[in-house]
């Protein structure tokens, strides 16, 4: 019996070596390279905590598949872009040219995330971006090769806006940074608010990523809105809802914004975030199995609750996903990676999204409360709403 075995054994595979007129080498199946994914976050200054829970959700949901994506390993390189836009080509560079990445995820901050875009585009790289929503990059510089799994500056700003004015406030003072983001932010905010019968009675900035609110707080004390909006996120949220309680202002003008204010910032805010009222297309305590799920994991895994920028960086993967999927696993298959992500429907922890014409996400805006650690549901602001895409053409 065993002789009878080897023969046949024996036999078939020099036929298959006739067949193929093949050495041995190149008939075992090739062992597909990792493919290498660049992740470019802020890992230190005021967005840090930002960009470490985009990362831990992207690998969470790398961890879930068992190490794998669409059954191809992962290799994994990092660059910090410190939030600075003066670096952003050459970081981004590091990763496209010098790495030779497959893939690029990030970043947080929109002007460094512009940067980002058009390096991508140029070199037609794969560029995921799990957070910065510069609207532009989703307008008139939008790419085939370029997406977001977050949202535009203009989606939960606008929102609020209408929301704002639903809730009869009249004239509102905005305040934030002076870059990209925070700028936009107050842009989409005002078209809500005068479209719905609001005025901005002022606008004021402080450069990025000054704390120094004092000489604004006082203005605005002496002006009396009826609402203050504002956008700040990370550590400056953290100062900026401090300060603006500290100066007791929060009893008689509410603070509001899109849900950076007050997302992942809880715990250090405390008393001073207690009962404000922000839109963002996610909250703490969404009646979602999906979150459910994705929340107990990364809170068993990491020690520490999920915000908004951890689903944006689980979002990222799974859209990677879909795109691997539609190429068999082949990301050199641009192309048909590309379509995979338009087509895909994203089972995210935020509720199930497609992506717009211009790749960004279609979805809920929720309207939430902050009751102790956390940004409460409190209803929906805007069903799925969907960045205009002013001047994007593919
Ligand atoms: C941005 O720069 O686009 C940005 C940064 C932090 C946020 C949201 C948007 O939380």
């Avoid at 019968?197 to 606008?203: D, N, R, T």
């Avoid at 008393?271 to 929340?295: C, E, P, S, V, W």
């Avoid at 939430?368 to 895409?389: H, M, S, T, Y």
């Amino acid at each position: 019996m065993f002789h009878r075995h080897s023969t046949i054994h024996l036999t078939l595979a020099a036929a298959a070596f006739v067949l193929t007129g093949a050495s041995h080498a190149q008939t075992a199946p090739a062992k597909a390279a990792p493919i290498k994914v660049g992740l470019m976050l802020p890992y230190t200054g005021t967005y840090a905590n930002l960009g470490n829970m985009i990362e831990n959700g992207f690998k969470l949901y790398v961890q879930e598949q068992g190490g794998k994506l669409a059954g191809q390993e992962i290799q994994y390189f990092k660059v910090d872009d410190e939030s600075d836009p003066s670096k952003a080509t050459d970081n981004v560079n590091k990763l496209i040219k010098r790495d030779q990445v497959d893939v690029v995820i990030g970043t947080v901050h929109s002007g460094v995330a512009l940067a980002m875009a058009r390096a991508a585009k140029e070199s037609n790289k794969l560029l995921i971006i799990p957070n910065a929503g510069a609207d532009a990059i989703t307008g008139p510089i939008c790419s085939k090769t370029v997406f977001r799994s977050s949202f535009s500056n203009w989606q939960p700003a606008y929102a609020m806006g209408q929301l704002a004015a639903k809730k009869g406030y009249k004239k509102a003072i905005t305040v934030t940074w002076n870059y990209a983001a925070g700028n936009e932010s107050v842009k989409g905010f005002a078209e809500g608010f005068e479209k719905g019968g609001g005025k901005i009675m002022q606008s004021m900035n402080i450069a990025f990523p000054n704390v120094e609110f004092q000489a604004l707080l006082t203005q605005i004390a002496s002006q009396k809105p009826d609402v203050v909006y504002s956008f700040f996120a990370g550590g400056g949220a953290v100062k900026f809802v401090k300060d603006y309680a500290a100066t007791g202002m929060n009893k008689t003008i509410p603070l509001v914004g899109p849900g950076f204010l007050t997302d992942g910032t809880l715990e250090a805010q405390g008393a001073a975030a207690q009962g404000m009222i922000t839109t963002l297309h996610y909250a703490d305590n969404l009646n979602i199995a999906r979150d459910k799920a994705f929340r107990l994991n990364f809170a068993k895994t990491y020690k520490t609750n999920a915000d908004v920028y951890a689903v944006q960086g689980y979002d990222a993967a799974q859209m990677l996903t879909a795109g691997l999927k539609a190429a068999n696993g082949d990301i050199r298959k641009l192309e048909q990676v590309v379509t995979g992500i338009e087509k895909a429907e994203i089972d995210s922890p935020r509720g199930k999204f497609k992506l717009s014409a211009s790749h960004n996400p279609v979805h809920d805006i929720y309207i939430r409360q902050v009751k102790g650690n956390l940004n409460e549901f409190q209803g929906v602001a805007i069903k799925q709403l969907a960045d205009p895409g002013r001047g994007c053409k593919m």
